[in-house]
C-alpha cells in the first residue's frame, strides 16, 4: 500500500492541498456522524493500516492505495469508527509486515471518500488528525490493531520559534523556485500558517524526502526541534538543488553553443554553395587527393591513404575523428617512402673529409673508408652496417658520426635514447588514443625526409631497463636495428611496414656492460680509445683554438697558445680521456682575452704557462701524481672508467688484532674477493718470504681503496691488493713509480684482464714508467698508441713471484735465503761440537769388543 501523489491531476493536487489548510473537504471525513476536528481520547484502540514509503503528517490530506487483505479488512474494521492508525514500514520489501516491521510512532487518521479501482484495489483519501504512539499490539489477524496514545503538542510561540520558522521559509521558497516539480501554491499556504508544528509538518509533507527523513521529522514532538532538523534537511536538499541546476545550466551552454555552431555552419555551406566556392572539407579533400596522386608511394600505403581520404570525404564537419584523419593521412603524406639521396663512393674524398675534420682514430676512419669502398663495388647489393661507437665521453663519436655522412653525401639525423623508458617511444602509440603520434624512429625519418640518411642512436647504453607495463624499448631497438626485419618495420601509429634498410644505423655508448646481449649481437663495436698527450695537443692546435677564436670575436686578433702553454692546460687542468674539458678551458681563456679587448686594455697575444694562473687559476690537478718515495704497504693499481683508467693506490697497514681483515673504500663483491684471494696467497708463501706464522694469528689487516665515495669492483686489481700485503708483511717499500694490473689465483697464477688500452693511457698520464701486466694481454699491446708503448717499461709477468721481483724495492726472497744460510751453519756446527764425543766412545768400546 503507498501515496499515488506521482499520478495525482493538477486539479485534485489542488483539492488535496486545499483540504489540508481549509474546511472545503470537511464533509468528505464526517461521513458516519463523527466529526472530523472532534478530540480524541489520550487512549484509543484502532486498527492499523501500515504503509510503503510514506508517512502521514496530523491535518495532511493523502490519497492511498489499499491492495492488501489485511489493510482491506483493517478499513472495514474501522467502519462506523471512521478512524485508523496508520505507520510506516521500515523497509519496502516486506509484504506482511508484522509489529516489529513497523515504527513506533504513527498518525491517527481519519476515513474520507472510499472509491473501489478496476484492479480491485481500493483508493480512499484520509487525513492525518494526531501523532500517536504504539501502547500496545492487541490484534495481529485478521488485521493488526493496537492500542495508541494520543500525543499532544506543547504551545511554542517565542520569539526563537518565530525566527525559526522564518529561516524554514526561506529557505522552503528557495526549494520552491529550484524544484519545477513542487506547486508554487504549496509557498503560499506555508506562508498563511501560523503554527510553527503544522508548518514543519506542512514543509515535510511537500518536499521530496525518504521515509527514515519523514518519520524522524513525526517523531519530533517538540515544534521547535522539528524546525531545527526540518531547517537541516531544507539546507541538504537545496545545496543539491543548486548544484543540479548549475550542471543543467552547463549543459545547456554547451549544447546552445553547439546548436548555434552547427546553424552557422550551415550557412556558411549555403554562402559558399551560391557563390561557387564549395564547402572547407571538400577543398581540403581535394586537396590531399592531389598531393596523393602526386606522391610516390608503397601499393599498400596508397591504398590505406585512399581509404582513410574516403572516410574523410564522408564525415561531417563537426566530427570528432575529422582531424585524427586528417593527421594521419598528413603523416603518410610527408613521410619518405622512396625520396633517398645519391651516395658519394668517392674513397679519397672520403678520406680526406675524414682526416680534415679529425686527427687520430685510424680504425675508425679504416672502417668507414672499406664501407665505401665495398659500395662503389657491390652497389645497392651490399647491406648497410650497423655500428657502434664505444669509448669515453668527448672523444668525438657523434662528430665522427656526423663527418661521415658528409663524406657520403646523406643527410644527418640523431636522437638520443639515453633514459627512453618507453616502448611507444621507439614504435608510437596505437591511433585509438587521444593525441597519438608516431615513435621517434618514424619522426626523425619525416625530418631526414629520405629514407637513406645516417641515423645516429646516441647514448644508447643508457636506455631504461624497465619491464613494466610500459614495455622494454631495448626489445623494440632489436626489430630496428636487424637487417632481416627492419626493411618492414611496423610503426603503431602508422600500422604499416615501413622500409628502414637503407639506412646506415651508427650508435653511441660510453660502455658495454648495460646493453641487452640480442641488442649488442646485432651491433658492429668500434672502439674509442682516449687520446694521449700528443693527440690531444695536436688536436687543440688543429681544431680547438681555431673554433675557439673565432667563436669569441678573436679572428681578427688572433691569440697563440704555445705548445708549453696547451700543455700545462693538457696536465694540471684537465684529467680526462677526452678533449671536451680542455676546450672549455680553452673558451675560457678566450673569453678573459675577449673581455680584455672589448674593454680596450692590454692583452697577450701570445700566452705562455705564466699567464694560466691569472686566466685559469690555480692547477687542478697534479701531473704524475705519484708518492714523494717508496712506501711500505701502498702499491699502485689502474682502474678503467667511462671516462678512460685512473690510477687507483691501495694502502695496506697493520695492526694488532686477532687476524682479522678489514676492506674499505666501497669495495664491490669481486674486488672484496680478489682482497681474500690476496691474502690467502700471502698467507701461502709466508715461510718464503720470512713472515712467521702467527703474525697473521695476532694482527688485523686493513685494506683501503682510495676515494671511497667511488664505488669499485672487478677482480684486476688482485696482485696490486697481493703486493700491497706482501710489502706490510716484511716491511719493504713498494717502487713508487710502478703500476700494475691483473687478476690473481690462489696459487699465485697471474690471469688477464680487460681494458688495457684505457689503463696504460692513465699510467703514461700520470707519470708511471714501469708497468706490470698480465703476459696474456700481450695482444692487446696492438690497440696501443707507440708511444706509449716507448714511454713505459712494459713487464709481462704470468705469476706473482715476478711481480714482487718487479714492484719491490728489494727482494723479499732474500730473507729467506739468509735465513736457510744461518740455519744451515747452526746445524754444521752443532755436528762439529757432537762428532769428537762420538769418536771418544768408540775408542773406549773397541778394547772391551
Known sequence: MSANRDYLTPELRNWLIAASFGDGLQQSFEGNGNSANAPLPDVLEAPVVPLRETVIYPRAVMPLSIGRDRSLRAIEAAGELGLIVTIAQKTFDTTDPRPSDLYPMGTASRLGRTLRMPDGTTSLLVRGQSRVRIVEWTQATPFLAASVQVVREP????????????????????????????????????????????????????????????QTILEAIEPVTRLQKLSVMLAKELDVLELEDRIQLQVQNEVDKSQREIFLREQMRAIQTELGEGDTNTQEVAALRERLRAKAMPDVAHAKAEQELARLGRMDGMSPEISMTRSYIDWLLDLPWTEQTQDRVDVKLAEKTLNERHYGLPKVKERILEHIAVRQ?????????????????????????????????????????????????????????????????????????????????????????????????????????????????????????????????????????????????????????????????????????????????????????????????????????????????????????????AEKQSFPRRLSPVMLHKFLGPPQFDFGMLEEKDQVGVANGVAWSEAGGDLMPIEVTLVEGKGGLMLTGQLGDVMQESAQAALSYARSISSNIGIKPHTFEKSDIHVHVAEGAVPKDGPSAGITMATALVSALTRTPVRRDVAMTGEITLRGRVLPIGGLKEKLLAAHRTGIRTFIMPKKNAKDLEEVPKKIQRDLTLVMVSTMDEVLKTAMARNVFARRTKRRLSSIKRQKAKITRQKPIVRAKKRVEKPAS
Open 155 to 214: 504551545e511554542a510561540h517565542t520569539p526563537s520559534t518565530e525566527a525559526l520558522m522564518r529561516a524554514a521559509l526561506s529557505l522552503f521558497e528557495r526549494v520552491i523556485r529550484l524544484n519545477q516539480s513542487l506547486p508554487e501554491e504549496a509557498f503560499v499556504y506555508a506562508m498563511n500558517v501560523d503554527d510553527p508544528g503544522w508548518l514543519a509538518d506542512l514543509i515535510a509533507q511537500t518536499i521530496p524526502l525518504d521515509v527514515s527523513r519523514r
Open 377 to 597: 663495388l657491390a652497389g645497392e647489393k651490399m647491406r648497410t652496417p650497423i655500428i657502434c661507437f664505444v669509448g669515453p665521453p668527448g672523444t668525438g663519436k657523434t662528430s665522427m658520426a656526423r663527418s661521415i655522412a658528409d663524406s657520403l653525401g646523406r643527410k644527418f639525423v640523431r636522437i638520443s635514447v639515453g633514459g627512453v623508458h618507453d616502448e611507444a617511444e621507439i614504435r608510437g602509440h596505437r591511433r585509438t588514443y587521444i593525441g597519438a603520434l608516431p615513435g621517434r624512429i618514424i619522426q626523425t625519418m619525416k625530418r631526414a625526409g629520405t629514407i637513406n640518411p645516417l641515423f645516429v642512436l646516441d647514448e644508447i647504453d643508457k636506455l631504461s631497463d624497465t619491464n613494466g607495463f610500459r614495455g622494454d624499448p631495448a626489445a623494440a631497438l632489436l626489430e630496428v636495428l636487424d637487417p632481416e626485419q627492419n626493411h618492414e618495420f611496423e610503426d603503431h601509429y602508422l600500422d604499416l611496414p615501413y622500409d628502414l634498410s637503407k639506412v646506415m644505423w651508427v650508435t653511441t655508448a660510453n660502455i658495454l656492460d648495460p646493453i641487452p646481449p640480442a641488442l649488442y649481437d646485432r651491433m658492429e663495436i668500434i672502439e674509442f680509445p682516449g687520446y694521449v698527450e700528443e693527440e690531444k695537443l695536436e688536436i687543440a692546435r688543429r681544431f680547438l683554438v681555431p673554433r675557439q677564436t673565432e667563436e669569441n670575436g678573436l679572428t681578427g686578433t688572433p691569440v697563440t697558445f704555445g705548445d708549453d702553454t696547451l700543455k700545462h692546460i693538457i696536465r694540471e687542468y684537465t684529467y680526462e680521456a677526452g678533449v671536451r674539458n680542455l676546450e672549455r678551458e680553452i673558451a675560457t681563456v678566450c673569453r678573459k682575452v675577449a673581455r680584455k679587448l
